[in-house]
């Protein structure tokens, strides 16, 4: 089993950024592919970026260019730095921990964590 518990929720002005951390706990996550949801309200729940146990990545095409996700297995953590944030990037943001390290984006993933609230104002 895997725990996962998200920090770094904000309120940041447009333009500004904001890194979020995904600490785990239940077992070391160098084997697992680690990623970033959001869902904004009123809607569904989106893949905004993804990491697989050897590093590759893979980014939402909203995001691409702005956010950047990584990962430090020595501390078993996850990050997620966002810049250049927008008002649509409003949401809460989850971690998420997938079993097969490969899995960027093919399947859903098998642990979460509870969320965390990011406000881009205006």
């Known amino acids: 089993q895997v725990q996962l518990a998200e920090s770094g929720r904000g309120l940041v002005q447009a333009g500004g950024s904001l890194r979020l951390s995904c600490a785990t706990a239940?077992?070391?996550?160098?084997?697992?592919?680690m990623h970033w949801f959001r869902q904004a309200p009123g809607k569904e729940r989106e893949l905004v970026a993804s990491?697989?146990?050897?590093?590759?990545?893979y980014y939402a095409d909203t995001v691409k260019g702005r956010f950047t996700i990584s990962r430090d297995n020595a501390k078993n953590t996850v990050y997620l730095q966002m810049n250049s944030l927008k008002p649509e990037d409003t949401a809460v943001y989850y971690c998420?921990?997938?079993?097969?390290?490969?899995?960027?984006?093919?399947?859903?993933?098998?642990?979460w964590g509870q969320g965390t609230q990011v406000t881009v104002s205006s």
């Open positions: 998420a921990a997938s079993r097969d390290g490969d899995n960027l984006n093919n399947s859903p993933p098998d642990y």
């Open positions: 239940g077992r070391a996550i160098s084997t697992y592919a």
């Open positions: 990491i697989s146990s050897g590093g590759s990545t």
